[in-house]
């Protein structure tokens, strides 16, 4: 019985956050999304690779609205200008990966999707 409660527990737990975390793998990345944009909104990536991260924050329209690097095993936290409607993306120049959306109000996603047989 009480194995059941702990099992049914684990699976319903989603992790909460009140600002984009970026785990960068080196063949995945893991994104937990806030529940709402707020002014107090920051990106915090955790880099758990042996390669330094190059990054930038692209907006819908393709402009950089931020670049900066990540140590290898290190996280940095940046403060990030997001508005309602804004569509940003996460690109990482070195290594090459492709862009990660960072999507409001979203469960925890990854890039590419882990997809289940």
Do not use: W
């Not at 403060?79 to 569509?87: A, Y």
């Not at 990660?100 to 882990?114: A, F, K, N, Q, W």
């Amino acid at each position: 019985m009480i194995f059941l409660f702990l099992v049914s527990f684990n699976s319903e737990a989603v992790e909460k956050v009140d600002s984009f975390v970026i785990r960068f793998f080196s063949k995945k990345v893991v994104v937990l999304s806030p529940n709402a944009v707020n002014k107090h909104l920051s990106l915090i990536v955790e880099n758990k690779t042996l390669s330094k991260l190059i990054c930038q924050i692209h907006d819908g329209q393709d402009d950089i609205r931020d670049s900066f690097t990540v140590s290898a095993n290190t996280t940095l936290s940046r403060p990030l200008n997001m508005k309602e409607n804004d569509r940003l993306s996460f690109i990482t120049l070195s290594p090459a990966f492709q862009a990660v959306p960072l999507i409001v109000g979203s469960e925890p996603y990854e890039v590419p999707p882990d997809i289940k047989e």
